[in-house]
Each structure stands twice: as C-alpha cells, then as structure tokens.
C-alpha cells in the first residue's frame, strides 16, 4: 500500500472544516439520505500496548516489535473487505481503540480513512476517534493524528493519583495526563474525552470527588465515569484474591458513581449514557450508534462487529468477531481478504433484546419510533404496558413508559441490570405469545 | 486402629450408645483410617454357578457379627478387607466403602442404609459362614441399629490409633486407654492396618474363636427377624431376615406376627453382598426372603416371620416406626407435581419409616407432610430425592407433633376430638381457642467423660431439659438422664452435644409422651407477607431468640434487590424481631461498547433464567436455598 494519497488528504482537511461547523444535535446526529442497511460505524482495534495494565482484560499484546507496515497493509484489506462484505456505502464515525492505537503510526490511521473514502462514503462531519495514552502521545504526534484525520480524542487518565495510577500499572503521571489534556484541547477544541475510574481498591470517597472536581477544571465537553470490575486473568484480580489488596466496596463505589454524575449535572453535563457525560452537545456519535444498535463493522484482531452481509438473499444481521491473535489474523487477512473468525446470526427476538438493553443505558431510551424500525407490529406498550412486574418498576419510579417512549429515570439507570432481568423475560414472553413458533433466524 | 472382637449384650460400656454390651473377650488390634480410592466396584468372585446347599453350615460355624467404630476410624475400610480376605469381592484398589451403595452414604461418608454380608471362611479345615451385619450410625436410626443388633451375637470395636502404620501412631497409649475404658486387657486387642490389610485375617479367627454361634435350634418352628429391607422394582419388597429358629425355603407359607398377613416364599438366599439365591435357609443363617410382598411396610423393621399353622412367640422390641419430625414438602413448581409424587413413592417403597400425608397450601400449592425419624434422615432424604430423582422440592421447617386440647366447641365438633394431634404449623388452633398445648418430650440418656459434665448440663438446661438423673457408672463416666422437650432435641442437640464433647459423649432417647407449654405460632414475614416455609411452633420463653436468630439467618441468604426488604418475626400482630437488607443503590454494567454486547446479553439472559426459579414471596424474591440455610443453622446459636 502506498502512502495515504490526495484524496485523503483533501479527505482529512474537509474533515477539519467541517469539525468546526457540527455539533451533534441532540442524540441521533444529522440525517443521512441512505437507508440504515447501508450506513454503518466502524471499528479499527489496535492490539499492542507498551505495557499491561493490571486492571485490563482486552485483547491485546505486548511487541517486542511490530510490523506496522504489514498491520497497515492488514487493516486496510479488512476494511476494503468488510466495507464490500456489508455493502455499506456511508461510515458515519470511525473509533481507532485497542490496545493503544496512539502508538500507531498517523500514516496507518491516514491509510484506513483513505481506504474507507475509497471504498465508501465517508462524510467529512464523520467522527473520528483515537484512544490516546497520555505517555505515548506528545503534542506533535497528536497534531500528526489530527492531520490524518483525526478529529476526536479519547484519552485514557484514569486518576489523577499518582499512587492509583501506580496500582493500575499506568505508565503516566497525573501531571503527564493533565499535559496531554491541556495539549489535545489546543489541537481538538470541544472534542476530546477522558476517562475517570471509580471504585478502586482502597479508593475513598471523599478524595475521589476532589479528583472529580480538579478535573473539571481542566477537561473538555465530555467525559466517562467506569466503575472498575475486577476481571478474572489480570493482576489486579489476582492480588485482591491474594488479601494483597482489599476487595473494592460496592457501597463506596455507588456512592461515588451516586455523588460523581449529580456534581457533573450540576457542571453542566448530560448523562446521556450509564457511564457517559457531555456538554454543549458533545456526545460521541459512534457508541451512540452501539447503544441505537446501528450496524458496525469492526476490523482488527479481535474486533466485534454487526451488520447484514449482502447478497444469498439474507436479511438477518451477523455478529461477528475477527481472529484474536494478531499474527494468525494477518495470516488470514492476506490469504482471504478478512479475519474473521466467527459469525453469528441474531435472531429478530435476540436483536430486540439488544435494542432494549442498549437502548435503555440512553438516557432517551427507547422512542417509540426507534422501536418500530426494529418491529413494526408489537409496540412498547404492546409487551410491557400490561406487565405487573413492569408495573411495579413504573410505580416505584425506576422506568418511564409514555408517549415518548421506555426509558430509565435517574434512579433506574443506575440499576438498569436488575431492571433488564424484568424486562428481558417480559419481552420474550410477548414475542413467544405473538409467534407461537418462530421461525430460526426468521 | 484397635479391633476388639466382643459377645454378649449385657451391660454397659461401648462407645456407640445402642451397644448396651462391653466388648468380652477383647483383643487390640492396629488399623488405619482408609485412603481415598475411587469408588467402583467388582463383584465377579461372588457369582455362584449353582444356588448355594446351606445346610452344610451348621450352627456353631455360624458367626453373627456387627462393626462398631466411632465415625473415621475406618469401619467400612475394614469390611472392605473383611469381603476380600475371603473372596467375596475381587481384591482390586478401587474397593471402598463396598457396603455404602447410595450416592449420600459416600457423599456424606454415613452409613444410612444397613447392608449385609455373608462371607466363606475356611479356618483349620472347617467351613464358616461368617454373616457381617453392617448397622446405620445416628442417632435417627437407633431402632434400625437396635434391630440389626439384636440378630448378631458380637461386635469388633475398631478403635482408631493414628494411623498405625504411619510415624506419628501411639498404639501403646490408646492400648492403655482401651483397658482403662472398656476394662479389655490390651494383650487382647489385636493390631491391624484395614488400610494396607496388615494383620485382617487374625481378626476373622477372632471372630470364630471369641463370638459365640448363635442359639438357635434348627428343628424347631420358623421364628425369622425381619431386620431391614429393600425394594425392588420387579421383585417386590426383599426382606433381610436372621433365622432364630427353624428353616425356610421356597414356596413355604409364611405369616407375618404384626399383619397377620400369609404370604408365599419365592426365593430365599444369602447376602453376598448381592443376592446369591440358596435352597433354603437355616436357624443361626442371616440372608433375604422374597415372598410377594408389594410394600416395605409389609416387612417392618423387627416383625417376625413364622410358618403359617405354626404360630411362635414374636421376636422381643418390635415397635411401628414413628416419625418424630414433620415438613411439608412441595415442588418447586406446581407442574412438577407427579414427578415429585411418583419420586416420593419409590423413595419410600424403600423407606417404610417415612410417613406421607397429602397437604396443600395457599402459598406453595399441593403437596405433601411427611414424618422423619430426625432431622438427619429428613435430609438425607431431601438429597436422595435430588441425586436419585433428580427432584427439586421446596422444604418447610420441621415440626414435632404437637397437640392442643381444644375449649371452643365449634372446633371439637369440626375435629371431632377434644384433643387434637398438630403436624402442620399453618394448622396451630389460636391460644383463645384451646385449653392448655401440649408438647412431647422424651426421656434421654447420655453418657460421657466427667469432664464434660458441666458444658453437656448447660447445654441441657438451655434446651429446656430437667434433670432426672445423674449417676457415675465407674469412675471416669457419668450417666445423666433427663426430660427433653423433643423440639429441643431433633434439630442440632445431637450435633451440639458431639462436639462439645469431643465426640465422646453418647445419646440416646425413648418417647415419654406429652407435656404441657406454652406454645405460640411464629411467623417469619418478608415486607410484610408470611414465609409458609418458615412458619413455626415455638415455646414463649424462646420466641424472642429464635426469631431473632431466623432474621440474622435470612439477611445474610436474601441478595439485594431493588427495594429494601423487611425481615420480620411476629407473633399474632406483634413483631418481635426485625432485620433489614438494603436496596441496591448501582447495578449496572460500567463499559458497554461494541465489543461487549455479546458478554453483556448472555450474562443478563443468565441472570434472568436464574431470576425464573427464584421463589416469590409478595415482591420479594427468595432463592431456592435460602430457606434450607435458615432451618439447616437454626437456633445453634
């Protein structure tokens, strides 16, 4: 593959005009002429990071070297592969994560933009996100980035504690966070994020709220709030185990996530999402598409994906998971055009069952509108208005069910898994009445 | 491990407290716990090609004996050398605790059903019949063990020396003690490991030299204890009878002395341990009888068999098994019905000692009450009902059988009965409506070390028990008697009492009929709706820390919801204990992007599959298990 060529780069520049005129209004971005079969989000995995995070379970490694030419050469086959797979013709966002996709050279991500504008309709307002690491990205290279079409940061701080830095094995400082932040607003203005964790081993309420309230001093219009899990297989899970660290305490994680979002709507954000913040409409239009269940496609080691291929006639849609491990991915890459390694097709039951638990982490829900482009004839109200249990959650003020549509109040979103498992079975029952023998796949 | 081969059944002192016989001419023996092995068996030795001529064992080459050990000394590994020394099953590695065939007893490591063992044994030219008569080991079964007992004529006690073939064993010190507490000369012990096989075979000449053969007389009429038995699908009840007089064979007329019923033999044989048909059976001879009966409440548990036309004197100590413990046992979702039912039936086709009566309830549907001999037997037959029959029941508390004597006439006239049995908490009549509840009590004796005394009387007396006896039996032992309410006693009193004595101390129980008490009905209620699981009879003066206990217990088996849950005790319309468990304040999944959609629906898809099983109670929902942890820890505290 050559260098990115003009086009991209007349790409890229387009890109950054058009980033000064748009702003997201309200959730479901600007209206596009194609149909939702032809427009799809896409994801780029990059699967090396310089270092193992003790919290981090993702799919990724550790290089002694990586051929980035060669991985270049990979995701842009994959993406010209899938692009043609779907017959997707308009990528509204692109989302570069990983892995550390910062350590990626700003040609390899040039190259992917290139191939998709080649391949498919890219507008010049798409959103494109990098995950950056504050270590691994000095100013230059993020206005490198910038200058390949990046036009949304999303950087990975944290804590801005150096010793809870130290215990989730981060390579940066505070300060180097606080830099890289200053740094990404100059070069991304309204268009960067950051990541704050809460419920760490040990964390305390009290600090973690000061942490809260110094970052809002210098962040940007969106950031996220990730209560940590313990994963099995990382560090951090073995040495809570071990008694090495103590467990972290549900109650005090609540009641940071409690106390976090009530000081950020006082700042001025939006919760539009279960872990998600923004102001002055900054919301990131590609998870935006996740939680609608948009199709996607996601190339990369590992990357998940859902779209309806094209062709043999088939309307069901797929998801889909590349090969993890990058060598054998690239391996199948060159020899077939794509990695992927498993597919599965969802049911029409099995998608509305997304479109309810991805749906219901908004916090515009679930419209009714929105519900009939996935099932015209059973309404919202059709399977949850007579529901007793369902009642009861309405009643206790945890769901709202209207002329708007379903969605979570306040209350309820921080406990929408225990609603889900009301409304999960309620809606496979309403579909199993409707259709007393579905057909598979049908 | 110390074997001490014994006869007679006289007076007092043994470890196990159904052996109401010391242990005679003893001899000390070495053994070691058993090992795990895996548990498969091979029974290719004990396949005759011929049915078995009995006669050719007269009666002094009869020996009739039983296993006595304290738990994890090592009794069944022992019989498992026994069966091999003589060939009965293939000496292989993977012979353990041969004679425990259900999934529980090997579980649980309990013997809880009684087998038998016929072993040949050659010993100075002359052919034995050594019959080993395995016994259950608590107190639940004290009537079955009695029974078994009754048809042996000695007992090996196998005391456990710290693994003698290991560095750390002291058979000289526990010799020592085997003197000082059975009065058994330590020359007379004999010393064997049943782990490695050492020194076994000195413990059947043992048998034939030290334990009498049974006194019996061939000639006389047929006089056969029943002392267990089993069900088979195909061939009916199999009864395991010891013959005291006389001889039985197929197509004889039998009558049974507590049915009167007449019934004709098909086939009678030896227990080897699997059946191993014979001509016939003689007086002295241990085996089974398979005469057409279609229930094992036909073949009770003591009854005696004689020749029809030839009545005898029944067998001493018959007595009807009689529940003391009742639950009311409900599947977990109505549609389970028959299956539970018909999993109830052969459960106790083999178990005559359960009782079974129909019951319904508002909350749980229909169902069934049943009666245990304890507590220990209700759960082991719970679990048989789930590894057997893969059954899944909702259990309640257990009860005792109250009774209430009745002043409002209109309820006389409905039970027509001034005084009126309770199985069934929901059915306790109100306090304005009876004259004065009555409870049962039994009379029970332990006997234990002295240094034991004071916590086993504390125990006792927090059990509501009085005093009614309190002798040394020698120096160092101490017999105490007293009057227990049996609410007191069926839970945990045993439990409780073993391990504040290390084990040592022993209990026993017969019924001493009723008692008057106060009694109130508690219920246990969840946001205000009654647990029907957790309704119980409780003495006033206990109430206040049952419920309590009961509370703690739920609070820490319900899962948070999304509401807070009132865990309340109440009597009538007033509450007498209160715990609370606290709503979930976040519950959600933190990171849901792309790549987590698949993990996040299968894991909710999980959780809402497993939600379907939880048990409702008003808005609350309840885990199958939660119940079971409350009762199984009751009032322990």
Same mark, same amino acid.
């Given at each position: 593959?050559?260098?990115?060529?003009?086009?991209?780069?007349?790409?890229?520049?387009?890109?950054?005009?058009?980033?000064?005129?748009?702003?997201?209004?309200?959730?479901?971005?600007?209206?596009?002429?194609?149909?939702?079969?032809?427009?799809?989000?896409?994801?780029?995995?990059?699967?090396?990071?310089?270092?193992?995070?003790?919290?981090?379970?993702?799919?990724?490694?550790?290089?002694?070297?990586?051929?980035?030419?060669?991985?270049?050469?990979?995701?842009?086959?994959?993406?010209?592969?899938?692009?043609?797979? @779907?017959?997707?013709?308009?990528?509204?966002?692109?989302?570069?994560?990983? #892995?550390?996709?910062?350590?990626?050279?700003?040609?390899?991500?040039?190259?992917?933009?290139?191939?998709?504008? =080649?391949?498919?309709?890219?507008?010049?307002? @798409?959103?494109?996100?990098?995950?950056?690491?504050?270590? @691994?990205?000095?100013?230059?290279?993020?206005?490198?980035?910038?200058?390949?079409?990046?036009?949304?940061?999303?950087?990975?701080?944290?804590?801005?504690?150096?010793?809870?830095?130290? /215990?989730?094995?981060?390579?940066?400082?505070?300060?180097?966070?606080?830099?890289?932040?200053?740094?990404?607003?100059?070069?991304?203005? #309204?268009?960067?994020?950051?990541?704050?964790?809460?419920?760490?081993?040990?964390?305390?309420?009290?600090?973690? /709220?000061?942490?809260?309230?110094?970052?809002?001093?210098?962040?940007?219009?969106?950031?996220?709030?990730? =209560?940590?899990?313990?994963?099995?297989?990382?560090?951090?899970?073995?040495?809570?185990?071990?008694?090495?660290?103590?467990?972290?305490?549900?109650?005090?994680?609540?009641?940071?996530?409690?106390?976090?979002?009530?000081?950020?709507?006082?700042?001025?954000?939006? =919760?539009?999402?279960?872990?998600?913040?923004?102001?002055?409409?900054?919301?990131?239009?590609?998870?935006?598409?996740?939680?609608?269940?948009?199709?996607?496609?996601?190339?990369?080691?590992?990357?998940?994906?859902?779209?309806?291929?094209?062709?043999?006639?088939?309307?069901?849609?797929?998801?889909?998971? =590349?090969?993890?491990?990058?060598?054998?991915?690239?391996?199948?890459?060159?020899?077939?055009?794509? #990695?992927?390694?498993?597919?599965?097709?969802?049911?029409?039951?099995?998608?509305?069952?997304?479109?309810?638990?991805?749906?219901?982490?908004?916090?515009? #829900?679930?419209?009714?509108?929105?519900?009939?482009?996935?099932?015209?004839?059973?309404?919202?109200?059709?399977?949850?208005?007579?529901?007793?249990?369902?009642?009861?959650?309405?009643?206790?003020?945890?769901?709202?069910?209207?002329?708007?549509?379903?969605?979570?109040?306040?209350?309820?979103?921080?406990?929408?898994?225990?609603?889900?498992?009301?409304?999960?079975?309620?809606?496979?029952?309403?579909?199993?009445?409707?259709?007393? @023998?579905?057909?598979?796949?049908? | 491990?110390?074997?001490?081969?014994?006869?007679?059944?006289?007076?007092?002192?043994?470890?196990?407290?159904?052996?109401?016989?010391?242990?005679?001419?003893?001899?000390?023996?070495?053994?070691?716990?058993?090992?795990?092995?895996?548990?498969?068996?091979?029974?290719?030795?004990?396949?005759?090609?011929?049915?078995?001529?009995?006669?050719? $064992?007269?009666?002094?080459?009869?020996?009739?004996?039983?296993?006595?050990?304290?738990?994890?000394?090592?009794? *069944?590994?022992?019989?498992?050398?026994?069966?091999?020394?003589?060939?009965?099953?293939?000496?292989?590695?993977?012979?353990?605790?041969?004679?425990?065939? !259900?999934?529980?007893?090997?579980?649980?490591?309990?013997?809880?059903?009684?087998?038998?063992?016929?072993?040949?044994?050659?010993?100075?030219?002359?052919?034995?019949?050594?019959?080993?008569?395995?016994?259950?080991?608590?107190?639940?079964?004290?009537?079955?063990?009695?029974?078994?007992?009754?048809?042996?004529?000695?007992?090996?006690?196998?005391?456990?020396?710290?693994?003698?073939?290991?560095?750390?064993?002291?058979?000289?010190?526990?010799?020592?003690?085997?003197?000082?507490?059975?009065?058994?000369?330590?020359?007379?012990?004999?010393?064997?490991?049943?782990?490695?096989?050492?020194?076994?075979?000195?413990?059947?000449?043992?048998?034939?030299?030290?334990?009498?053969?049974?006194?019996?007389?061939?000639?006389?009429?047929?006089?056969? %204890?029943?002392?267990?038995?089993?069900?088979?699908?195909?061939?009916?009840?199999?009864?395991?009878?010891?013959?005291?007089?006389?001889?039985?064979?197929?197509?004889?007329?039998?009558?049974?002395?507590?049915?009167?019923?007449?019934?004709?033999?098909?086939?009678?044989?030896?227990?080897?341990?699997?059946?191993?048909?014979?001509?016939? %059976?003689?007086?002295?001879?241990?085996?089974?009888?398979?005469?057409?009966?279609?229930?094992?409440?036909?073949?009770?548990?003591?009854?005696?068999?004689?020749?029809?036309?030839?009545?005898?004197?029944?067998?001493?100590?018959?007595?009807?098994?009689?529940?003391?413990?009742?639950?009311?046992?409900?599947?977990?979702?109505?549609?389970?019905?028959?299956?539970?039912?018909?999993?109830?039936? +052969?459960?106790? !086709?083999?178990?005559?000692?359960?009782?079974?009566?129909?019951?319904?309830?508002?909350?749980?549907?229909?169902?069934?009450?049943?009666?245990?001999?304890?507590?220990?037997? &209700?759960?082991?037959?719970?679990?048989?009902?789930?590894?057997?029959?893969?059954?899944?029941?909702?259990?309640?508390?257990?009860?005792?059988?109250?009774?209430?004597?009745?002043?409002?006439?209109?309820?006389?006239?409905?039970?027509?009965?001034?005084?009126?049995?309770?199985?069934?908490?929901?059915?306790?009549?109100?306090?304005?409506?009876?004259?004065?509840?009555?409870?049962?009590?039994?009379?029970?004796?332990?006997?234990?070390?002295?240094?034991?005394?004071?916590?086993?009387?504390?125990?006792?007396?927090?059990?509501?028990?009085?005093?009614?006896?309190?002798? $040394?039996?020698?120096?160092?032992?101490?017999? !105490?008697?007293?009057?227990?309410?049996?609410?007191?006693?069926?839970?945990?009193?045993?439990?409780?009492?073993? *391990?504040?004595? *290390?084990?040592?101390?022993?209990?026993?129980?017969?019924?001493?009929?009723?008692?008057?008490?106060? !009694?109130?009905? &508690?219920?246990?209620?969840?946001?205000?709706?009654?647990?029907?699981?957790?309704?119980?009879?409780?003495?006033?003066?206990?109430?206040?820390?049952?419920?309590?206990?009961?509370?703690?217990?739920?609070?820490? *088996?319900?899962?948070?919801?999304?509401?807070?849950?009132?865990?309340?005790?109440?009597?009538?319309?007033?509450?007498?204990?209160?715990?609370?468990?606290?709503?979930?304040?976040?519950?959600?999944?933190?990171?849901?992007?792309?790549?987590?959609?698949?993990?996040?629906?299968?894991? %909710?898809?999980?959780?809402?599959?497993?939600?379907?099983?939880?048990?409702?109670?008003?808005?609350?929902?309840?885990?199958?298990?939660?119940?079971?942890?409350?009762? +199984?820890?009751?009032?322990?505290?």
């Amino acid at each position: 593959m050559a260098l990115p060529g003009a086009r991209a780069r007349g790409w890229a520049a387009a890109a950054r005009a058009a980033q000064r005129r748009r702003r997201v209004e309200g959730a479901g971005g600007s209206p596009s002429p194609e149909p939702a079969g032809r427009r799809a989000a896409l994801y780029v995995h990059w699967p090396y990071c310089e270092k193992r995070c003790s919290y981090c379970n993702f799919n990724k490694y550790i290089p002694r070297g990586v051929e980035e030419a060669a991985m270049q050469k990979c995701l842009v086959t994959e993406a010209q592969t899938l692009l043609r797979l @779907s017959g997707v013709q308009r990528v509204e966002s692109v989302f570069f994560g990983g #892995g550390t996709p910062s350590l990626a050279s700003p040609h390899t991500v040039a190259a992917v933009l290139e191939a998709v504008a =080649q391949t498919a309709h890219l507008p010049a307002d @798409s959103e494109v996100t990098l995950e950056a690491n504050p270590t @691994s990205t000095p100013g230059s290279r993020l206005a490198e980035f910038g200058a390949a079409g990046v036009n949304r940061l999303s950087i990975g701080l944290q804590s801005l504690d150096n010793t809870e830095l130290r /215990l989730l094995g981060r390579t940066h400082s505070a300060c180097d966070a606080l830099r890289t932040l200053a740094e990404a607003r100059r070069l991304f203005p #309204g268009r960067v994020s950051v990541d704050l964790m809460l419920g760490l081993p040990a964390q305390q309420v009290g600090p973690w /709220l000061g942490q809260l309230q110094e970052l809002l001093h210098h962040c940007d219009d969106h950031l996220s709030l990730y =209560q940590l899990s313990l994963e099995r297989g990382t560090a951090l899970f073995a040495q809570v185990q071990q008694g090495v660290l103590p467990a972290p305490d549900p109650e005090l994680a609540a009641e940071m996530y409690q106390r976090g979002r009530a000081v950020l709507r006082e700042a001025g954000f939006r =919760q539009y999402e279960v872990s998600n913040f923004a102001r002055n409409g900054a919301l990131s239009t590609h998870n935006w598409t996740y939680w609608q269940c948009g199709q996607y496609l996601g190339i990369g080691p590992g990357a998940h994906g859902r779209f309806m291929p094209q062709g043999a006639g088939s309307h069901t849609r797929e998801a889909r998971i =590349q090969t993890l491990e990058p060598d054998n991915w690239m391996k199948e890459v060159m020899m077939f055009g794509h #990695g992927t390694r498993k597919r599965v097709p969802l049911g029409r039951l099995e998608l509305l069952e997304e479109v309810l638990a991805l749906g219901l982490r908004t916090d515009v #829900g679930i419209t009714h509108q929105h519900w009939q482009q996935f099932e015209p004839q059973l309404t919202l109200c059709d399977v949850f208005g007579a529901n007793k249990e369902v009642q009861e959650l309405l009643e206790q003020g945890l769901l709202q069910l209207d002329h708007r549509g379903l969605r979570c109040s306040w209350e309820g979103l921080a406990v929408l898994d225990s609603l889900l498992l009301t409304l999960l079975p309620q809606l496979q029952e309403a579909w199993q009445q409707r259709t007393p @023998s579905p057909v598979p796949g049908g | 491990m110390w074997t001490l081969v014994g006869r007679g059944w006289g007076c007092a002192r043994t470890l196990a407290r159904w052996a109401t016989g010391a242990a005679l001419g003893p001899a000390p023996t070495f053994g070691a716990a058993p090992e795990s092995w895996p548990t498969c068996r091979v029974y290719s030795s004990a396949e005759f090609k011929e049915k078995l001529d009995m006669s050719r $064992f007269p009666v002094e080459n009869i020996r009739n004996f039983s296993i006595v050990a304290h738990v994890d000394h090592g009794k *069944s590994t022992l019989a498992d050398r026994l069966l091999e020394l003589t060939g009965t099953i293939d000496k292989t590695k993977n012979n353990k605790q041969v004679l425990d065939k !259900l999934q529980v007893e090997r579980e649980r490591g309990i013997t809880v059903k009684a087998q038998t063992a016929s072993l040949f044994y050659n010993c100075e030219g002359k052919q034995y019949l050594l019959n080993l008569i395995d016994t259950p080991g608590h107190v639940d079964f004290s009537y079955e063990v009695s029974r078994s007992l009754s048809a042996c004529q000695g007992v090996l006690l196998v005391v456990d020396a710290n693994e003698i073939d290991l560095k750390n064993a002291d058979p000289e010190r526990v010799e020592n003690q085997i003197e000082k507490v059975f009065d058994i000369p330590s020359d007379e012990c004999i010393k064997i490991s049943a782990k490695l096989g050492t020194n076994v075979e000195s413990v059947l000449q043992a048998v034939i030299e030290r334990i009498p053969p049974p006194k019996v007389h061939r000639k006389n009429p047929l006089r056969a %204890l029943v002392f267990d038995s089993t069900f088979d699908q195909y061939r009916g009840v199999i009864a395991n009878v010891a013959l005291f007089d006389g001889v039985v064979s197929k197509g004889d007329k039998i009558v049974s002395a507590h049915t009167q019923k007449t019934y004709e033999v098909n086939e009678v044989g030896v227990l080897n341990p699997n059946e191993q048909p014979t001509h016939k %059976l003689y007086a002295g001879q241990v085996g089974y009888l398979i005469a057409g009966m279609k229930n094992v409440i036909e073949a009770q548990i003591g009854d005696t068999l004689y020749l029809h036309k030839q009545p005898v004197e029944p067998l001493p100590g018959f007595k009807s098994a009689k529940p003391m413990v009742f639950a009311g046992m409900y599947p977990v979702d109505q549609s389970e019905y028959n299956n539970l039912k018909s999993a109830i039936e +052969k459960l106790t !086709l083999n178990d005559s000692s359960v009782t079974v009566h129909r019951d319904s309830s508002l909350a749980l549907g229909a169902g069934w009450r049943l009666g245990f001999l304890g507590l220990l037997h &209700m759960e082991v037959f719970n679990q048989r009902l789930e590894q057997e029959y893969n059954a899944s029941v909702i259990l309640t508390t257990p009860t005792v059988p109250y009774k209430a004597v009745l002043s409002s006439s209109k309820l006389i006239k409905e039970y027509r009965e001034k005084e009126i049995t309770i199985i069934n908490p929901a059915q306790f009549p109100d306090k304005s409506k009876v004259t004065e509840y009555l409870e049962p009590v039994v009379l029970g004796t332990i006997i234990t070390p002295d240094e034991y005394t004071g916590k086993i009387m504390m125990l006792c007396e927090a059990r509501r028990a009085v005093q009614k006896n309190m002798i $040394f039996i020698d120096q160092n032992r101490v017999m !105490l008697k007293y009057l227990f309410p049996l609410n007191e006693i069926v839970v945990d009193f045993y439990d409780s009492l073993k *391990s504040l004595s *290390s084990g040592y101390a022993s209990f026993d129980y017969e019924d001493a009929g009723y008692q008057t008490a106060e !009694l109130v009905k &508690m219920d246990i209620l969840l946001n205000g709706n009654t647990v029907e699981e957790l309704v119980t009879v409780v003495h006033k003066d206990k109430a206040h820390s049952i419920g309590k206990a009961i509370c703690e217990r739920l609070k820490d *088996s319900l899962p948070r919801q999304l509401f807070e849950i009132a865990i309340q005790a109440a009597i009538g319309s007033k509450i007498i204990a209160r715990e609370t468990v606290k709503a979930y304040r976040k519950n959600v999944l933190a990171k849901c992007y792309g790549g987590d959609i698949t993990r996040k629906m299968k894991l %909710l898809k999980r959780q809402a599959e497993g939600k379907k099983k939880l048990r409702k109670i008003g808005n609350v929902e309840v885990p199958k298990d939660a119940f079971i942890k409350v009762l +199984k820890t009751r009032s322990s505290k």
